[in-house]
């Protein structure tokens, strides 16, 4: 008591209140990580959390997983679907992490998607092609396509660079990876003539330059196949210029890869104007 007889309050501390704050105002409730105080993670209404869980567990005690995980499914419970998913099969797995991907709309779940179905064909299809972007669609298919579908997929892309976005350096390099010889030959042909004049004004030097990228290029991919029209009218121009140069003898052995057309012509008038030692 005090000296006037008044008994003194207790302390604050013994309210349950912080010393800092007056006693009748109430602190706010402490928020703790994990709580769910964000939107997205929200539990489902009291009334309708219940419900859901026994009948997620009435399935499971009856040993219909499947139908365990469609109602984690119509719950949005995703973590709890696929974790029992995994223990239905490999097919209930694969069903509930298509949902699962098909139910998140961010750009980078559709190469998640492709990477885990192994499935690139509408990634190649719908990749952007604009600001280089192409790379990236590019660089996922030699990380991670099967051997077997690789060349059709970068040839893919190279069609779509060349058609729709007319990028032929780009096309160039795709159809460089999907081993394309006769695409890779008519883009640098076509870049070729663009550069000088072509038939036998060509110059030598940046034919013989030409023909020997598309002989490196042909025996790295080891193509066997039969002569593309571009590259045979290519090797012919280039025997075409040999000639030109005295160098008869040597053509030969370019005119002996292209059958018919201006290279029989040309071999056959090479090989009448050679000394007979040389026929």
């Known amino acids: ?40 993670d929200a539990p489902p209404p009291a009334s309708a959390a219940p419900e859901t869980a026994f009948g997620i567990q009435r399935a499971l005690i009856s040993g219909n997983v499947e139908s365990a995980v469609d109602k984690c499914l119509a719950s949005g419970r995703m973590a709890d679907a696929l974790l029992l998913a995994a223990y239905g099969g ?14 998140h709309k961010e750009p980078f779940m559709a190469v998640m998607s492709a990477i885990l179905s192994g499935q690139f064909e509408g990634l190649v299809q719908s990749a952007t092609l604009e600001a280089g972007r192409w790379k990236e669609t590019l660089a996922l298919l030699c990380t991670y396509a099967l051997s077997n579908e690789f060349s059709p997929l970068c040839d893919a892309l190279g069609d779509r660079l060349k058609g729709e976005a007319g990028d032929v350096h780009g096309a160039t390099l795709c159809y460089l990876c999907a081993g394309a010889v006769d695409k890779v030959v008519e883009l640098w042909a076509a870049d070729a003539a663009a550069a000088g004049p ?26 066997q196949g039969a002569l593309s029209g571009t590259l045979s009218t290519l ?43 040389l026929q």
């Open 1 to 40: 008591p005090s000296a006037d007889g008044q008994v003194p309050p207790p302390p604050l501390q013994a309210l349950g209140a912080s010393p800092n704050i007056p006693a009748h105002i109430s602190p706010a409730p402490t928020a703790h990580y994990g709580d769910g105080a964000g939107a997205a």
């Open 90 to 103: 490999v097919s209930l797995f694969d069903k509930t992490r298509t949902s699962y991907l098909a139910s």
């Open 198 to 223: 072509a038939g036998p004004a060509a110059p030598y030097a940046s034919l013989g330059k030409l023909v020997e990228k598309v002989q490196i290029f042909r025996q790295s991919t080891r193509s």
């Open 235 to 277: 090797l012919t121009r280039y025997a075409e210029a040999m000639v030109g140069q005295g160098l008869a003898a040597e053509s030969f052995g370019y005119l002996n890869m292209v059958s018919g057309g201006d290279a029989k012509v040309l071999s056959d008038r090479v090989h009448h104007s050679l000394p007979p030692a």
